[in-house]
Protein backbone atom coordinates (compact mmCIF):
# COMPACT_ATOMS: atom_id res chain seq x y z
CA UNK A 1 0.00 0.00 0.00
CA UNK A 2 0.89 3.85 -0.21
CA UNK A 3 2.36 5.66 2.73
CA UNK A 4 2.10 9.26 4.02
CA UNK A 5 5.47 9.11 5.32
CA UNK A 6 8.25 7.05 5.35
CA UNK A 7 8.80 4.16 2.63
CA UNK A 8 5.98 1.60 1.28
CA UNK A 9 5.95 -2.01 1.96
CA UNK A 10 8.69 -4.71 0.20
CA UNK A 11 7.33 -7.28 -1.88
CA UNK A 12 9.31 -9.88 -0.98
CA UNK A 13 9.52 -13.76 -3.35
CA UNK A 14 11.77 -16.44 -2.11
CA UNK A 15 11.91 -20.22 -2.20
CA UNK A 16 13.02 -21.82 0.34
CA UNK A 17 16.98 -23.45 1.09
CA UNK A 18 17.68 -26.95 0.54
CA UNK A 19 19.20 -29.71 2.44
CA UNK A 20 20.47 -32.29 -0.18
CA UNK A 21 18.98 -30.67 -2.92
CA UNK A 22 18.52 -27.59 -4.75
CA UNK A 23 16.76 -24.50 -3.92
CA UNK A 24 13.46 -24.25 -5.71
CA UNK A 25 13.45 -22.13 -8.88
CA UNK A 26 11.63 -18.92 -9.53
CA UNK A 27 9.33 -18.79 -12.39
CA UNK A 28 7.46 -16.19 -14.48
CA UNK A 29 5.63 -17.08 -17.86
CA UNK A 30 3.31 -14.98 -20.09
CA UNK A 31 0.56 -17.34 -20.85
CA UNK A 32 0.51 -17.99 -24.84
CA UNK A 33 -1.73 -15.98 -26.96
CA UNK A 34 -3.70 -17.02 -30.48
CA UNK A 35 -4.29 -13.22 -31.04
CA UNK A 36 -2.19 -9.99 -31.45
CA UNK A 37 1.08 -9.94 -30.04
CA UNK A 38 2.33 -12.16 -27.02
CA UNK A 39 2.29 -10.34 -23.31
CA UNK A 40 5.06 -8.37 -22.07
CA UNK A 41 7.20 -8.79 -18.46
CA UNK A 42 7.72 -5.37 -17.47
CA UNK A 43 10.27 -4.82 -14.21
CA UNK A 44 10.78 -1.10 -13.33
CA UNK A 45 12.47 0.48 -10.41
CA UNK A 46 11.48 3.24 -8.40
CA UNK A 47 11.47 6.69 -9.46
CA UNK A 48 12.58 8.88 -6.42
CA UNK A 49 11.20 12.45 -6.58
CA UNK A 50 13.77 13.92 -3.92
CA UNK A 51 16.44 15.95 -5.15
CA UNK A 52 20.13 14.65 -4.97
CA UNK A 53 18.69 10.90 -5.12
CA UNK A 54 19.15 8.31 -7.36
CA UNK A 55 16.26 6.57 -8.91
CA UNK A 56 16.01 2.75 -8.01
CA UNK A 57 18.55 0.21 -9.65
CA UNK A 58 17.36 -2.95 -11.60
CA UNK A 59 20.18 -5.81 -10.34
CA UNK A 60 20.41 -9.51 -12.12
CA UNK A 61 23.25 -11.46 -10.99
CA UNK A 62 23.74 -14.99 -11.86
CA UNK A 63 23.70 -17.08 -8.74
CA UNK A 64 27.67 -18.22 -6.71
CA UNK A 65 29.06 -21.18 -7.16
CA UNK A 66 30.12 -21.60 -3.58
CA UNK A 67 32.07 -24.92 -3.19
CA UNK A 68 35.70 -24.65 -2.54
CA UNK A 69 36.23 -28.27 -3.62
CA UNK A 70 39.80 -28.06 -5.09
CA UNK A 71 39.18 -30.83 -7.72
CA UNK A 72 35.72 -29.59 -8.84
CA UNK A 73 34.32 -26.27 -7.26
CA UNK A 74 31.57 -24.16 -7.59
CA UNK A 75 31.34 -22.63 -11.23
CA UNK A 76 29.52 -19.17 -11.06
CA UNK A 77 26.17 -18.90 -13.06
CA UNK A 78 25.06 -17.37 -15.98
CA UNK A 79 23.80 -14.41 -16.67
CA UNK A 80 21.53 -14.94 -20.12
CA UNK A 81 19.66 -12.33 -22.28
CA UNK A 82 17.91 -13.75 -25.14
CA UNK A 83 15.95 -12.12 -27.59
CA UNK A 84 12.71 -14.45 -29.14
CA UNK A 85 12.71 -16.12 -32.52
CA UNK A 86 10.88 -15.79 -35.14
CA UNK A 87 8.84 -18.64 -37.16
CA UNK A 88 7.62 -16.76 -39.71
CA UNK A 89 8.55 -17.53 -42.71
CA UNK A 90 8.47 -14.32 -44.41
CA UNK A 91 12.18 -13.63 -45.34
CA UNK A 92 11.75 -9.90 -44.84
CA UNK A 93 9.67 -9.16 -42.74
CA UNK A 94 9.83 -12.17 -39.72
CA UNK A 95 12.91 -10.96 -38.42
CA UNK A 96 14.22 -12.28 -34.92
CA UNK A 97 13.91 -9.92 -31.82
CA UNK A 98 16.35 -7.63 -30.91
CA UNK A 99 18.29 -7.53 -27.96
CA UNK A 100 18.69 -3.33 -26.66
CA UNK A 101 20.75 -1.67 -24.29
CA UNK A 102 20.74 1.60 -23.73
CA UNK A 103 22.13 3.95 -20.78
CA UNK A 104 19.45 6.36 -19.25
CA UNK A 105 19.14 10.06 -21.09
CA UNK A 106 20.05 13.67 -19.29
CA UNK A 107 18.14 16.46 -19.11
CA UNK A 108 21.37 18.30 -17.99
CA UNK A 109 24.64 16.57 -17.03
CA UNK A 110 25.92 13.74 -19.46
CA UNK A 111 23.72 10.72 -20.19
CA UNK A 112 24.75 7.33 -19.06
CA UNK A 113 27.43 4.99 -20.12
CA UNK A 114 26.82 1.73 -21.47
CA UNK A 115 29.72 -0.49 -19.93
CA UNK A 116 30.90 -4.58 -20.50
CA UNK A 117 33.22 -5.70 -18.41
CA UNK A 118 34.63 -8.82 -18.22
CA UNK A 119 34.92 -10.87 -14.80
CA UNK A 120 38.04 -10.67 -12.18
CA UNK A 121 39.76 -13.71 -11.30
CA UNK A 122 42.04 -14.11 -7.98
CA UNK A 123 44.53 -16.30 -9.42
CA UNK A 124 44.73 -16.68 -13.16
CA UNK A 125 43.11 -14.67 -16.35
CA UNK A 126 40.55 -12.47 -16.43
CA UNK A 127 37.59 -13.59 -18.73
CA UNK A 128 37.44 -12.50 -22.48
CA UNK A 129 34.77 -10.57 -24.30
CA UNK A 130 33.60 -11.56 -27.69
CA UNK A 131 31.75 -9.62 -29.97
CA UNK A 132 30.14 -11.97 -32.41
CA UNK A 133 27.60 -12.29 -35.44
CA UNK A 134 26.47 -15.48 -36.15
CA UNK A 135 27.07 -17.06 -39.71
CA UNK A 136 24.49 -16.46 -42.48
CA UNK A 137 21.95 -18.79 -43.12
CA UNK A 138 21.48 -20.36 -46.48
CA UNK A 139 20.78 -16.61 -48.52
CA UNK A 140 22.28 -13.81 -47.55
CA UNK A 141 25.31 -11.99 -45.36
CA UNK A 142 26.39 -12.70 -41.94
CA UNK A 143 25.34 -9.59 -39.66
CA UNK A 144 27.78 -6.37 -39.41
CA UNK A 145 30.36 -5.32 -36.23
CA UNK A 146 29.60 -1.17 -36.11
CA UNK A 147 31.32 1.00 -33.86
CA UNK A 148 30.37 3.86 -34.14
CA UNK A 149 30.17 7.59 -31.98
CA UNK A 150 27.73 10.32 -32.23
CA UNK A 151 27.63 13.45 -33.90
CA UNK A 152 28.09 16.45 -32.16
CA UNK A 153 26.95 20.19 -33.07
CA UNK A 154 29.64 22.12 -31.36
CA UNK A 155 32.58 20.63 -30.13
CA UNK A 156 34.68 17.41 -31.13
CA UNK A 157 32.91 13.85 -31.65
CA UNK A 158 33.69 11.38 -29.56
CA UNK A 159 36.86 8.84 -29.99
CA UNK A 160 37.15 5.33 -30.90
CA UNK A 161 40.09 3.69 -28.60
CA UNK A 162 41.43 0.29 -29.33
CA UNK A 163 43.98 -0.33 -26.85
CA UNK A 164 45.94 -3.70 -25.71
CA UNK A 165 46.93 -3.66 -21.43
CA UNK A 166 50.12 -3.28 -20.92
CA UNK A 167 52.48 -6.88 -19.76
CA UNK A 168 54.61 -7.22 -16.79
CA UNK A 169 57.34 -9.80 -17.65
CA UNK A 170 55.42 -10.24 -20.64
CA UNK A 171 54.50 -9.11 -24.24
CA UNK A 172 51.53 -6.37 -24.28
CA UNK A 173 48.94 -7.65 -26.32
CA UNK A 174 48.45 -7.78 -30.29
CA UNK A 175 46.05 -5.57 -32.41
CA UNK A 176 44.93 -7.91 -35.61
CA UNK A 177 43.12 -6.93 -38.11
CA UNK A 178 42.26 -9.81 -40.60
CA UNK A 179 40.06 -9.96 -43.49
CA UNK A 180 38.19 -12.83 -44.49
CA UNK A 181 38.55 -15.11 -47.55
CA UNK A 182 36.21 -15.01 -50.21
CA UNK A 183 36.16 -17.25 -53.68
CA UNK A 184 34.41 -14.45 -55.87
CA UNK A 185 35.63 -10.84 -57.04
CA UNK A 186 38.26 -8.88 -55.20
CA UNK A 187 39.55 -9.58 -51.65
CA UNK A 188 38.04 -7.13 -48.75
CA UNK A 189 39.97 -3.71 -48.12
CA UNK A 190 41.12 -2.52 -45.29
CA UNK A 191 40.64 1.59 -45.22
CA UNK A 192 41.68 4.04 -42.89
CA UNK A 193 40.61 7.17 -43.76
Known amino acids: GDTTQGESGTVAINTGAG ?16 MGDGGDIIGV ?5 DAGAVGGRVSITGGAGTSTDAA ?14 A ?33 FSDATSSGAISLTTANAGTAGV ?31 GDISMTVGTGNMGDGGDIIGV
Request: hydrophobic residues 30%.
Open 19 to 34: VQGSGGDISMTVGTGN
Open 45 to 49: AGETT
Open 72 to 85: DGGDGGDVVVTAGK
Open 87 to 119: FGGNAVTDIGGDVLVSAGTATSAYGGAVEVTSG
Open 142 to 172: SGGVFVTTGDTTQGESGTVAINTGAGVQGSG
